[in-house]
Structure formats: structure tokens, C-alpha cells
């Protein structure tokens, strides 16, 4: 399924909505959203992923960039992501560097 | 078995998840099993790619074969690049999963996720070619 992101930014909290797949091919309209917020004094990041289907590496990279270019103040909060996909973070062990929430603000 | 071709470019990995779904539901494969091999089978088509093709300036295919047989689901990926192991790469261990988003290594994941992803998984290189073989064990009735 096509990849789509959506991105709002409201003061220091920027929310992306992802749906479909995220591979390699769309981890760049990923990452280029990432990137855009570089600079910007954002402190929270929150990734709706109730509608993401599919997450490979490709999607991880882009969430340790996202720290490492926003910076290490920033928070990471995963929304509502599907089982398979919190079985990967729970894998490569990134799943104690986001919180994982049913809602946000939780 | 089973034979067909994808271009060598990142576009193509949406089709070919499709195509493994199809062979995981023949197959009789449960979710869990289907998406293990389907992020397996992209991690490694990812590489192959990436770097086998896109940054060593080679327009190829690569092919999927496939097997059903009465225990499992055989899906081979076969490239024309250059002779690569995945598994001879160093994978991350478990005080690399440790660590914090802000001192992780961008690599490594692709191939942990592939081999945690599937029954087994292995490598030749056979007649010029590189052949990535995924084992998905089908479920006992």
C-alpha cells in the first residue's frame, strides 16, 4: 500500500501520521520530514502509526537519525502501533528509547 | 519451482511484498510467520539493491524463486551483483540493542531482523550468482 505522512506542528510537539508501508523507498518522504524539523525547537515527536502496515529497518534508521539530528532532548511517542510492528522495536531493543502510548497527549 | 523477475530498484519492493504475501497464503503461513518473511525477503532485496546494483552502477533483475513443499515455504532471492554474504557481516549484539537511540550505529538491523524473522536463512553463491534462501516452517495441523 502507498506510503502517506502527515505532518502538524503545534509549539514544541510535532505529530506525523504514517499509513501504509514504510520501506527503504518511503523512509526518504520520511526521513526528508525528519530533516525539516532539524533547527526547530521541538521537544516531542508523535508518531501516529495506527495506520502503518509495515515497518523495515529502513523506518528504524530514520527514528535513531531523528534523535540524533533533533537531539537527544527530544521525546519520542509511538501511537497505537500495530503488534507486528512493536514485535521489531521489541527486537533491536529501540522499544526502551520510545514510549509506546494508545493516545497522545496520553 | 516458481520463478519471476523484479527490476532492481527500490520502487519494486512494494510488488514484492505483495508477491510473498501470496506465497505465504498458499503456503498456509500465519500473520505472524507471513510478516517475518515478507521484512526478511525486503531487508535483503533492500541490500542486494542498494549496494549490489544502485551503487556499483549495474542495471539487473533480480529473481524470486520459490518452493511450497508439504513442510515448509522455500523463497530464494538471486541477484547478479557481486558476490556478498550477508552473515559475514558483524550483527548487532546485545549491548548494541541496548543502547539509546542517541549512540546506536544507523546499520546492522536489516540482517538481525531478517534471520530473527524466518525459520532459517542461509547463502550461496552458485553459477555468478548470489542466492539468499529463506525457510518458513509451515504449521502443523
Known sequence: MAFKIETVIEEHTAKMTLHGELDSLSARVFMTEIEK?????????????????????????????????????????????????????????????????????? | MESKSFPGVVASLDGLRDYVDELS????????????????????????????????????????????????????????????DPLANQMPDASDLSKSLEDREIGGLGIFLTIKGVDNFSYEYFNGKNRNVFVMKKQQS
Do not use: C
Open chain 1, 37 to 106: 524539523l532539524a533547527g526547530q525547537p521541538i521537544e516531542v515527536l508523535v508518531l501516529d502509526m495506527e495506520e502503518l502496515d509495515f515497518m523495515s529497518s529502513a523506518g528504524l534508521r530514520v527514528l535513531i537519525f531523528s534523535k540524533q539530528k533533533i537531539g537527544t532532548h527530544l521525546s519520542i511517542y509511538i501511537v497505537k502501533p500495530q503488534e507486528l510492528i512493536v514485535d521489531t522495536l521489541e527486537k533491536t531493543g529501540l522499544h526502551h528509547s520510545v514510549t509506546i502510548v494508545d493516545q497522545y497527549p496520553v
Open chain 2, 25 to 84: 497464503r498458499q503456503a498456509g503461513l500465519a500473520k505472524k510467520a507471513t510478516y517475518g518473511l515478507k521484512l526478511a525477503v525486503d531487508e535483503i532485496a533492500t541490500n542486494i539493491i542498494l549496494y549490489g546494483y544502485e551503487k556499483a552502477g549495474l542495471v539487473a533483475d533480480f529473481r524470486v524463486l520459490s518452493e511450497i513443499t508439504e513442510q515448509e515455504l522455500i523463497v530464494i532471492l538471486e541477484d547478479e551483483a557481486a558476490a556478498f
